[in-house]
């Protein structure tokens, strides 16, 4: 059974720095699309940034140039880091696999203060 761990969310001041991981269970994850996403009270979720299975990446306009996406297939691993964190991009953080996606994690909180 396939299932997807996050970790690294916390409380960072703005301009600060966050690293997230995706921790995938499961051979299918070579193959799939990842993605990151969040989501604030009262607001869908929104896609953050993607990953294809080839190193593709997508990203929101409003993270490019501040947010990377990479994932490490040998380790099933799908990274964000997050730099130059303003308050708005605090939101529960989920990590998605397959495009759109058919699986998700259990979301990691990350809040930046002002």
């Known amino acids: 059974q396939v299932q997807l761990v996050e970790s690294g969310g916390g409380l960072v001041q703005a301009g600060g720095s966050l690293r997230l991981s995706c921790a995938a269970s499961?051979?299918?994850?070579?193959?799939?699309?990842m993605g990151w996403y969040r989501q604030t009270p009262g607001k869908q979720r929104e896609l953050v940034a993607s990953?294809?299975?080839?190193?593709?990446?997508n990203y929101a306009d409003s993270v490019k140039g501040r947010f990377t996406i990479s994932r490490d297939n040998a380790k099933k691993l799908v990274l964000l880091q997050m730099n130059s964190l303003k308050p708005e991009d605090t939101a529960v953080y989920y990590c998605?696999?397959?495009?759109?996606?058919?699986?998700w994690g259990q979301g990691t909180q990350v809040t930046v203060s002002s």
């Open positions: 990953i294809t299975s080839g190193g593709n990446t």
């Open positions: 998605g696999m397959g495009i759109p996606p058919f699986l």
């Open positions: 499961g051979s299918i994850f070579v193959i799939r699309a």
